[in-house]
């Protein structure tokens, strides 16, 4: 079985569902069910107009989006509850707005170079950094440091980084996602059969899984 899954390294509902997804792979594996899942991530921009280099405090962008600071911070602690339940910690309050194409063209690179389960640990990395450490994931040097600490050779991506390699891998997914009509993240497709919709609970992902591994 392969998944993919477009979601974006800034999408508070792409954490809280990868969080339910990996557990709903867990939660068959202590069915019994053995059978390989690959899960590969594609890259989706939910502020590709995000300056590069220049964060700022997410709630600012949201005030904006959303018609000040008040909504704003209702909207940013109910995810972070959210978050919470699924033992996940937002630190919202320090978030840095960003763009995300350095974090995608990364993200392939290691699917590339290191395949699908390295990916995934790279990208839960590249959430925590923005959701609980308050970096800037639109930083090269911050991109790279991450691929570091879960192993990865840092320095070689840094420097791909400045590079004009991956935008391309990175346009192929967007273009993917609008074959699809896919138009909001998380979206999880199964063996290009099943699309999940949004960060379910994990009883749906555990039902769908399921379905899709019996037909």
Known sequence: MRVEIWSDVVCPWCFIGKRRFDNAI?????????EPIEVVFKAYQLDPSAPVGQPTPVVE???KKF???????????????VAAADNIEFKMDIALRANTILAHRALHWVLEHHGAVTQAIFKERLMRA????????????????CA?????????IRAWLDTDEGFDAVEQDLQGAAMREITAVPSFVIDDRFLIPGAQDVDVFVNVLERALTR
């Open 26 to 34: 867990e939660v068959l594996r202590q069915k019994g069910i053995t």
């Open 67 to 81: 018609g000040g600071r008040e909504r704003a911070e209702q909207i940013l602690n109910h995810v972070t509850n």
């Open 61 to 63: 962008g949201y005030a």
């Open 130 to 145: 923005y959701f609980s450490d308050g970096l800037n994931v639109g930083d090269a040097d911050v991109v790279a440091q």
């Open 148 to 156: 570091t600490e879960v192993g990865l050779d840092g320095e070689t």
